[in-house]
């Protein structure tokens, strides 16, 4: 059974930095996606980054966090992480490691393509 973990959350102030890990367990292979969405409450879930890994390693981000957070990945250990760096209040939200395992024709953003989500880590930014 697949399972995706994640860690790093907590509180920082504005301009500060924070890096979240997901782990994956139960997949002995490489995902062929592996991302980061977020939700803030009463918002809906929104994709932040996201790594293309049978495509060579390529990366998406969300035109909010372009320049601030760096997304990367561990093929061997199956894990991926956010680094978030000048954060911003806008930034607090439920952060969630998603992954899949064939790639498919919806854009890296939508939420109906992970077949696979981690229980979710809060991130708090003050101001």
């Known amino acids: 059974q697949v399972q995706l973990v994640e860690s790093g959350g907590g509180s920082v102030q504005a301009g500060g930095s924070l890096t979240l890990s997901c782990a994956a367990s139960?997949?002995?292979?490489?995902?062929?996606?592996m991302a980061w969405f977020r939700q803030a409450p009463g918002k809906e879930r929104e994709g932040v980054a996201a790594?293309?890994?049978?495509?060579?390693?390529?990366?998406f981000y969300a035109d909010s966090v372009k320049g601030r957070f760096t997304i990367s990945q561990d093929k061997a250990k199956n894990t991926a992480v956010l680094q978030m760096d000048s954060l911003k209040p806008e930034d607090t939200a439920m952060y969630y490691c998603?992954?899949?395992?064939?790639?498919?024709?919806?854009?890296?953003?939508?939420?109906?393509?992970?077949?696979?989500w981690g229980q979710g880590t809060q991130v708090t930014v003050s101001s």
């Open positions: 790594v293309y890994s049978s495509g060579g390693g390529y990366t």
């Open positions: 139960g997949y002995d292979y490489s995902f062929a996606f």
């Open positions: 998603a992954a899949k395992i064939v790639p498919d024709s919806r854009a890296w953003w939508v939420v109906a393509g992970y077949t696979y």
